[in-house]
């Protein structure tokens, strides 16, 4: 039987940040012997999004179903096994099947006598399923879980025992370009996407489709405001996760968001891969009701909220001190205005002291955490 120092295993495989799952796993070779599992179902990513990759960055990564990712676990022998946390939440199915994995990655490792660590992908949706560490974005996770934020029916805090806590940063907010299969300059990007590079540009970021068919007030403001911003000068889309991934359930009549709203517009789709240059060299995001504001501080790039008329979504709340806000009336004046431009006083110091290490990606930490743990244990 085959022997590792650390299994890495990512189950949920976010399309738009391949490379920094990859660029962990060579940062990881570099003091351990490491293979990594990523996975192909539908919380994966496709074979034609896999093979874009170098082969020298993807040695020792295996491109696995659910199932053939399980029996690898078992066919191995490893010291510290490193699982995703989101993603475990389900709805991979035509029928809504919840929880396919369940923790049954983490139940094999533990057979094994591994310490398992779940770490972080987002601020909010953190699964937990039984491992001995969970790594969280910042010490503010927990303390906003508690305070009524997501309550989750497998958050760590209300596990009995709790795991173990370390904090990390969120590997899916780093703001690196480690392991891209390519290189694009701005204008280079403009080109690929029919952007005028003398101006500005914005990239709009919708919700998932299925919020935006609630059949609510805040549902039909938000259709609105996706077909306005969609009509501005010089911007692109950066779908919603599941809208790339086209999973039925998270389709309305078997179509995207952007076939819906922005037809008649010049706005185009960013292809996943190219999210980094997006929110490079993006003058402004726009958003109405998504949490991808807390990302865009780590490109220093200027994030906007449309805000609904009626009231906020709760996690909103939070992610709110990230950006700036009008409503749909005031938009083309604040684009105009550049207005986006202003400093938020106070946000960076706030972003950096009290979210997590900005200073520092995720990639360095989670390293060094994992050699620690390899070397010293628990």
Not at 217 to 223: E, G, L, M
Not at 235 to 241: N, S, T, Y
Not at 345 to 356: R, S, T
């Amino acid at each position: 039987m085959k022997s590792y120092d650390v299994v890495f295993y990512a189950y949920w495989v976010h399309s738009s940040h391949i490379h920094k799952y990859i660029a962990l796993h060579n940062r990881l070779k570099k003091h351990c012997n490491v293979l990594t599992l990523m996975a192909k179902d539908e919380f994966g990513i496709t074979d034609e999004e896999f093979n874009l990759f170098r082969e020298s960055d993807v040695e020792g990564v295996v491109h696995v179903t659910m199932e053939e990712a399980l029996e690898k676990l078992q066919e191995v022998n490893f010291k510290v096994g490193l699982f995703s946390s989101n993603g475990r939440k389900g709805w991979v199915a035509e029928d809504g099947d919840p929880e396919p994995l369940h923790g049954k990655d983490i139940e094999i490792a533990k057979s094994k006598g591994a310490v398992t660590i779940q770490i972080s992908e987002m601020m909010s949706d953190f699964y937990y399923a039984g491992a001995d560490i969970a790594s969280l974005v910042s010490k503010l996770e927990i303390e906003w879980h508690r305070s009524g934020g997501h309550r989750y029916q497998w958050r760590p805090f209300d596990a009995d025992p709790q795991p173990k806590y370390m904090f990390s940063n969120c590997l899916l907010w780093d703001n690196t370009d480690e392991c891209l299969p390519y290189h694009l300059t701005r204008e280079q990007f403009c080109e690929k996407y029919n952007l005028n590079p003398e101006k500005d540009f914005y990239v709009w970021l919708p919700d998932a489709i299925i919020n935006l068919f609630r059949g609510t007030p805040r549902s039909n403001h938000y259709r609105n405001i996706y077909k306005e911003v969609c009509s501005l000068d010089n911007v692109v889309i950066k779908l919603h996760p599941h809208d790339y991934k086209g999973l039925n359930y998270f389709k309305f009549g078997n179509e995207h968001s952007s076939e819906l709203f922005a037809n008649g517009t010049q706005a185009s789709v960013v292809e996943p891969i190219d999210t980094h240059w997006c929110y490079k060299y993006a003058s402004c995001g726009i958003s109405s009701q998504s949490s991808v504001s807390i990302e865009f501080p780590m490109y220093r790039t200027p994030f906007l909220y449309v805000d609904i008329d009626t009231a906020p979504m709760p996690w909103k709340r939070y992610f709110a001190s990230f950006a700036h806000h009008c409503r749909l009336d005031e938009l083309r004046e604040f684009m105009t205005n550049k207005d986006y431009e202003v400093e938020i006083g106070g946000m960076h110091d706030y972003y950096d002291n009290e979210v997590l290490a900005s200073n520092e990606k995720a990639l360095d930490i989670l390293t060094r955490q994992v050699i620690n743990i390899l070397e010293n244990g628990i």
